[in-house]
């Protein structure tokens, strides 16, 4: 009887706790399972916006290639394109790609507005520090392509060591085209001494610096 009577008590007991918690703990395990689902849902859309995102890349690359367009229609085509990547895949690299692409093809157009544009949006939605320098470097030289050189020379600075050789090579450019060829001379200086050790990377900066009269090897 005993034993009866304690499995009666326990019974009881579970049937009490679980009249106390059952709900909640049914509600913890819903609660879970959405998150768990709907994780997998937004994983499996990323996919697919990114495949379809790819796809429409895929699409301008073809097109801005191809030689059976002529400039004008290419043009419109290429910016079509460019612009709905934009507006419908903003969250994915592909329309920072298409942003930077048309900005190429704008610059050879000598639209140096319209390119620079597309580059400050590219730099608004991005927050790989690579593609910000990259971007920014192509942006000074557009300025300076406008005659813009104080604002192009005030872009850089920047922010890690990997990056100021290159930014440096571009002040040297932008400083021989105003004019300011000790200016120009000091920043190529400055760039080659930084890559001293990357011989692949020294050709044509030290191209540059002969054409001002300075001999590479003497640096």
Known sequence: MDNLSTEDEQLAALK?????NGNSLLMG??????IVFGWKAYQNNVIQEKTAASL????????ATQNDFDS??????VSYLAEQLKDEFEGTEYALYAAMFMAKDLVEDKNYEGAAEQ??????????????HIVTARLARILSAQEKHDDALALLKPSEEAFKASYL????????????IPGA?????????????????QPLLAVKLSDLGIDPKTL
């Open 56 to 63: 429409q890349y895929q699409q301008l690359v073809t097109v």
């Open 185 to 201: 001379i000091e920043a190529y200086k400055n760039a080659f001494e930084l890559i001293k050790e990357e011989p692949q990377a």
């Open 119 to 132: 580059l400050n949006w590219v730099l608004s939605k991005t927050e790989d520090v690579r593609l910000q």
């Open 29 to 34: 395990i819903g609660a879970a399972l959405v």
């Open 72 to 77: 004008e229609d290419e043009a419109e085509t």
């Open 16 to 20: 009490k706790w679980w009249s106390d």
């Open 169 to 180: 090579e571009i002040e040297g450019d932008i400083k021989k085209r105003q004019g300011d």
